[in-house]
């Protein structure tokens, strides 16, 4: 009998302790699989905050020791991985509490990813294309508890990294099995203090996920549920904490999102993410902010293919006037967060937008956009985020 569904591989994520006060688990989870010398990987931001003592202290009353590293960029690089391994090696850890926003998130993976690998091989030998991921071997992979700090990325439910080529400024997403942790702690407090602006930025990136995840062609009606509700999460509770940012229920709600958000992603990203990734690599702007800046200029790109999904959407989210009603939403959050209005506010340049537009073609995430991208069409899309 013919039909037309088609093979697919899905996988969900970990184990998840959601909750307020969650963060006092740390040692006993830790333990749980295995650790008895952890080394916590934070970006250079929080390494003084109050909420990294704090982790390190639970840890220490434990006699898991306080071992820290937080050289760590805002877009990460193998150099920033290079130093964050001589410090694993020479403290002779056993695995690593990736503890922060994206950045020190997906940098922690990293180092227990390349750890103890054989030394010819390459981080880079590692990219998400086809089952490269084969070359590493699985059993040196250390394991890794993931603490989010931020509300965004969703790095702490997924099993990649993004790592920034220092020498080519290109992001390439870094994928193995085994980089999904083995527990996440999603404790809302911890993302009270982020500064207004990363409450934004990361805020737009969990809605960056859902709208690609929903808009993506691909079949996956697990994920198309999940990114629904995550926008909608996202449209009540972004305004929420940005107003008030000791709102613990609004942050719990967002922090849901953002692993909701990068759970739908399995059905696929798009042009919002293939723009954003090169500008970030070459401009150093952060991620979600990047995303929030051409999100609309995609939704007009890709309408012919999805503004019945949009009409739908919209519906389900209590926003009238269908596609456009839509999109005067996200124009309205926009506003409310001090988003950027373009690229140029960003500080992009019309004269780097053939390389940019090379480097958005490479990207995997344009493979999962609605429309197919070409040369013209995003040299064009570009010029329009301009």
Same mark, same amino acid.
């Given at each position: ?6 093979? /697919? ?5 970990? !184990?998840?302790?959601? $909750?307020?006060?969650?963060?006092? @688990? ?79 998130? +997906? ?12 030394? +010819? ?6 990219? +998400? ?28 439910? =997924? ?26 702690? *999603? ?9 207004? #602006?990363?409450? !934004? ?8 996920? *859902? ?25 009540? %509770? ?45 401009? %150093?702007?952060?991620? =979600? ?11 007009? #790109?890709? /309408? ?13 989210? =209590?926003?009238?006037?269908? #596609? ?10 926009? /506003? ?5 209005? %373009? ?18 073609? @490479?990207?995997?995430?344009? =493979? $999962? ?5 070409? /040369? @013209? %069409? ?9």
């Amino acid at each position: 009998m013919a039909h037309s569904v088609p093979n /697919r591989n899905w996988s969900y994520p970990t !184990a998840i302790k959601f $909750g307020v006060g969650r963060i006092s @688990e740390l040692a006993d989870h830790a333990r749980s699989i295995g650790l008895k010398r952890p080394l916590l990987v934070t970006d250079k931001a929080l390494a003084g905050l109050p909420i990294t003592a704090e982790a390190l202290d639970i840890l220490d009353k434990a006699g898991l020791g306080r071992a820290l590293f937080s050289e760590v960029d805002a877009n990460p690089t193998e150099e920033n991985m290079k130093a964050g391994i001589a410090v694993y090696k020479a403290g002779k850890h056993d695995g690593v509490i990736c503890f922060g926003g994206g950045s020190a998130l +997906d940098l922690g993976k990293m180092i227990a990813l390349m750890a103890d690998q054989r030394p +010819d091989l390459s981080v880079w030998d590692l990219e +998400d294309v086809d089952d490269w991921y084969t070359r590493a071997d699985a059993s040196k992979i250390a394991p890794i508890i993931a603490v989010p700090t931020t509300a965004g990325t969703g790095s702490e439910v =997924g099993r990649a990294g993004v790592l920034t080529n220092s020498a080519t400024h290109k992001k390439k997403i870094i994928f193995h099995p085994k980089l999904m942790p083995a527990v996440t702690i *999603c404790d809302p407090a911890l993302t009270v203090g982020m500064p207004k #602006f990363i409450t !934004a930025g990361t805020g737009m990136d969990a809605l960056a996920h *859902c709208l690609e995840a929903y808009s993506s062609p691909f079949y996956h009606p697990m994920s198309q549920g999940i990114a629904l509700e995550g926008m909608r999460l996202v449209f009540e %509770n972004l305004p929420k904490v940005y107003a008030n940012p000791n709102d613990l229920d609004a942050r719990a709600h967002m922090m849901s999102a953002a692993a909701m958000g990068a759970v739908a992603f399995q059905k696929g990203l798009g042009a919002i993410h293939s723009l954003s990734h090169p500008v970030g690599a070459n401009y %150093n702007t952060h991620h =979600g902010t990047t995303n929030a800046v051409v999100m609309p200029m995609v939704l007009d #790109f890709n /309408r012919p293919g999805i503004e019945d999904r949009i009409n739908a959407a919209a519906a389900y989210l =209590g926003i009238e006037g269908g #596609f456009d009603g839509f999109r005067e939403q996200i124009m309205r959050l926009r /506003r409310m967060l001090d988003i950027p209005e %373009n690229l140029s506010a960003m500080g992009v340049k019309r004269a780097d937008l053939d390389m940019l537009t090379e480097m958005a073609l @490479e990207d995997p995430s344009c =493979g $999962g956009n609605p429309i197919p991208m070409t /040369r @013209e %069409n995003t040299r064009a899309l570009f010029e329009a985020a301009l």
